[in-house]
């Protein structure tokens, strides 16, 4: 599990829906959550927390160009490549942490990744959680 730590930046509601924007180092990133009608007293502006993504939920871009809906897009340098048959493990470097994205080994192949690889991770905002600090 990927998890960053950050500082709610802003909540944004509509019914049962969240969508909360977080500070991490200077990076923004986005979050939408599916609530009760009211919201935990931990989720409030100014708070510290942590967003956690699953491995399996970082896609991986080189050369990206052009505006896409993906809210959360981590400039990344490629650290380690574990290749597996089906499924491959890239561990990245993203500011002062690692992250981690399993994708596909045939992926890792027609993306031509090497240790020192400079990519995009991209992380739908449905797919981010957020946990009390």
């Known amino acids: 599990m990927n998890k960053l730590t950050g500082t709610i930046s802003k909540i944004q509601q509509s019914g049962a829906i969240l969508l909360v924007d977080v500070d991490v180092d200077g990076h923004s990133f986005s979050a939408m959550l599916i609530e009760s009608a009211t919201q935990p007293e931990w989720l409030q502006t100014g708070n510290i927390i942590e967003l956690v993504f699953k491995e399996t939920e970082v896609s991986l871009a080189k050369n990206l160009s052009g505006i896409i809906s993906m809210r959360n897009r981590m400039k990344c340098t490629v650290l380690h490549i574990e290749h597996g048959e089906l499924l491959s ?21 027609s993306l031509d990744l090497k240790i020192g690889d400079d990519v995009e991770a991209l992380v739908k905002a449905n797919e981010v959680s957020l946990m009390k600090k």
Request: aromatic share 10%.
């Open 89 to 109: 493990k890239v561990s990245l470097k993203f500011q002062g942490y690692t992250i981690t994205s399993a994708i596909t080994t045939r992926s890792v192949n």
